[in-house]
């Protein structure tokens, strides 16, 4: 680990200033971007361990943005288990699995959820719907998660389907990432991927992340939202293509 941030050091950096500045911009996508990213020159198992302290810190900050609190946890207990119990599973899949197919697996996770993103209809889910729902959906989303580092889907589309109004929306998906990146550190740490060790070189990221995100907040008074978010679709697709194809040419 130490060797792979000496040699990439400036494309670690840059990684976590991209990923912070899609995440002020947009609210989310800091996991994503730098999976991605960072996918192109590590084994996935080793960038999710970088990603365990600057995603676990700037989605702490976005969970105590809002006043609901205890009533997302109350409304949310289902969901959040199903995604410590799924991505606990699944993590054993991300440690052992060769570095070239989790990457492949990561690449379709990117897809798929940028064209979900693009073209799926708007949805709405019943609050009795929601009710038998919502572990299901944990689960499977911690299982991506274990498996590819990535916990945005489904459980992003689901709570956007829950109308839940912007602030809540935004407090609930801190509240499902911070709960998916505390999962995958222990499901990393219980296989021997992440080390207690590692948090330094974890922490490092912090500052480009959150110069990033600075940044990006700033942006995005600046620009229409909608071309940011179809260029960073896009993005997601092409860096998707890349991580699928590595297998066909090894």
Same mark, same amino acid.
């Given at each position: 680990?130490?060797?792979?941030?000496?040699?990439?050091?400036?494309?670690?950096?840059l990684t976590?200033? *991209?990923?912070? &500045?899609?995440?002020?911009?947009?609210?989310? #996508?800091?996991?994503?971007?730098?999976? #991605?990213?960072?996918?192109?020159?590590?084994?996935?198992?080793a960038?999710?361990?970088?990603?365990?302290?600057?995603?676990? *810190?700037?989605?702490?900050?976005? &969970?105590f943005?809002?006043?609901?609190?205890?009533a997302? =946890? $109350? $409304?949310?207990?289902?969901?959040? &288990?199903g995604?410590?119990?799924?991505?606990?599973?699944?993590?054993?899949?991300?440690?052992?699995?060769d570095?070239?197919?989790? +990457?492949?697996?990561? #690449? *379709?996770?990117?897809?798929? !959820?940028?064209?979900?993103?693009?073209i799926? %209809?708007?949805?709405?889910?019943?609050? $009795?719907?929601?009710?038998?729902?919502?572990?299901?959906?944990?689960?499977?989303?911690?299982?991506?998660?274990?498996?590819?580092? @990535?916990?945005?889907? %489904?459980? @992003?589309? !689901? /709570?956007?389907s829950?109308? &839940? #109004?912007?602030e $809540?929306?935004?407090?609930?998906?801190?509240?499902?990432?911070?709960?998916?990146?505390?999962s /995958?550190?222990?499901?990393l740490l219980?296989?021997?991927?992440?080390?207690?060790?590692? =948090?330094?070189?974890?922490?490092?990221?912090?500052l %480009?992340?959150?110069?990033?995100?600075? /940044?990006?907040?700033?942006?995005?008074?600046?620009?229409s939202?909608r071309?940011?978010?179809?260029?960073?679709?896009?993005?997601?697709? +092409?860096l998707?293509?890349?991580?699928? /194809?590595r297998?066909?040419?090894?």
């Amino acid at each position: 680990m130490n060797d792979i941030l000496n040699s990439l050091s400036l494309g670690f950096f840059l990684t976590f200033i *991209v990923a912070g &500045l899609v995440k002020g911009v947009t609210g989310m #996508g800091l996991p994503t971007v730098a999976m #991605g990213l960072l996918g192109l020159f590590m084994p996935p198992a080793a960038a999710a361990a970088l990603l365990v302290v600057p995603s676990f *810190v700037t989605n702490v900050w976005q &969970l105590f943005g809002g006043r609901a609190l205890g009533a997302l =946890l $109350r $409304r949310f207990a289902g969901l959040l &288990l199903g995604i410590v119990a799924g991505t606990l599973a699944g993590a054993s899949a991300l440690a052992s699995i060769d570095a070239l197919w989790s +990457g492949f697996a990561l #690449g *379709v996770a990117l897809i798929v !959820y940028a064209a979900w993103a693009l073209i799926a %209809p708007p949805s709405f889910v019943s609050p $009795r719907t929601e009710r038998w729902l919502s572990p299901p959906v944990g689960l499977l989303t911690g299982l991506v998660a274990g498996v590819t580092g @990535v916990f945005v889907m %489904p459980a @992003v589309p !689901y /709570l956007q389907s829950l109308q &839940l #109004g912007r602030e $809540r929306l935004i407090q609930a998906l801190g509240l499902s990432f911070t709960v998916s990146a505390l999962s /995958l550190a222990g499901g990393l740490l219980l296989h021997g991927v992440f080390q207690v060790g590692q =948090l330094g070189l974890s922490a490092l990221a912090i500052l %480009p992340a959150l110069a990033g995100m600075w /940044l990006g907040q700033r942006i995005r008074a600046r620009i229409s939202l909608r071309t940011f978010r179809l260029c960073f679709l896009l993005f997601l697709i +092409g860096l998707g293509l890349e991580l699928m /194809l590595r297998p066909a040419f090894r």
